[in-house]
C-alpha cells in the first residue's frame, strides 16, 4: 500500500481542543480589553459601531463586533461566543477563522444596510448567532452523526433564546443583525463543507 496525497497529518483530538480552547479565551479576553479601554477613553471606541448607512460609519463592519456598550452587553456575549467558538474551532483553525470573517462581513453590511436609520449596532451577538447557525447545520450538511449530535443539542440549549433574538418585536437588540448572523452562519455550513473524499489504494 501506499499513502495517497490526500492522506495528509492530523492533529490529535487534545491538541485539537488545546488550540480552539486558547483562541477563544483570547478572544474573549480582548473583547474584555477593549471595553475597559471604552471605558478609559469615555467612551470614545462606541463611534466605531455600524452606523446604518453612512458612509463614513462603513469601516465599523469589522470593528463593531469586538466593541460593546458595557460591561453587562460584553458578559451576555462572552459565554455563548466562548462555548459556541471551542466547539466550532475543533472542526479546524483555518476553517474556523474563515467561518468567522464571512459571518462578520455578511452581518456587517446586512446590519449597515437594513438597520434603522442613525441606529449605532456593536457586539458580538450577530456572530454569536451566526456561529449558532452553522454547528447546528453543519452535522446535517456534512452527514456526520456526532455533527447532527451536536447541532441538535446546541438548538435545544439555545434555540429558544435564539428565537427571541430574531423576532423584530424585541426592540431592545438588534434583530437585524441576529437575523442575518444567523443566516451568513447557515450559508457559511454549506460554502466550507469538506470536500468529500475518496480512498485511494495501491498494492
Avoid at 95 to 116: E, K, N, Q, T
Wanted: charged share 10%; net charge positive; proline share 3%.
Amino acid at each position: 500500500m501506499a499513502m495517497t496525497e490526500l492522506e495528509t497529518p492530523q492533529w490529535r483530538t487534545s491538541d485539537r481542543a488545546k488550540a480552539a480552547i486558547q483562541l477563544m479565551a483570547g478572544w474573549v479576553a480582548l473583547l474584555w480589553i477593549l471595553e475597559a479601554v471604552d471605558l478609559a477613553t469615555g467612551h470614545a471606541l462606541d463611534a466605531y459601531g455600524i452606523v446604518a448607512r453612512d458612509t463614513d460609519s462603513f469601516g465599523g463592519i469589522l470593528a463593531a463586533p469586538f466593541l460593546h456598550f458595557g460591561f453587562g452587553h460584553v458578559a451576555s456575549n462572552s459565554v455563548p461566543l466562548l462555548i459556541l467558538g471551542f466547539v466550532a474551532a475543533l472542526g479546524g483553525i483555518r476553517r474556523f477563522l474563515a467561518v468567522c470573517a464571512l459571518i462578520i462581513l455578511a452581518d456587517g453590511v446586512g446590519v449597515w444596510l437594513i438597520s434603522p436609520s442613525n441606529s449605532v449596532t456593536a457586539g458580538a451577538s450577530g456572530l454569536v448567532f451566526g456561529l449558532f447557525g452553522y454547528l447546528v447545520v453543519r452535522g446535517f450538511v456534512e452527514r456526520k452523526p456526532l455533527g447532527i449530535a451536536v447541532g441538535l443539542t446546541i438548538a435545544a440549549l439555545w434555540g429558544g433564546s435564539v428565537l427571541v433574538g430574531i423576532s423584530p418585536a424585541n426592540t431592545t437588540v438588534s434583530w437585524q443583525g441576529h437575523l442575518v448572523g444567523l443566516v451568513a452562519g447557515v450559508g457559511a455550513a454549506f460554502l466550507f463543507r469538506p470536500a468529500r473524499r475518496r480512498a485511494a489504494l495501491t498494492t
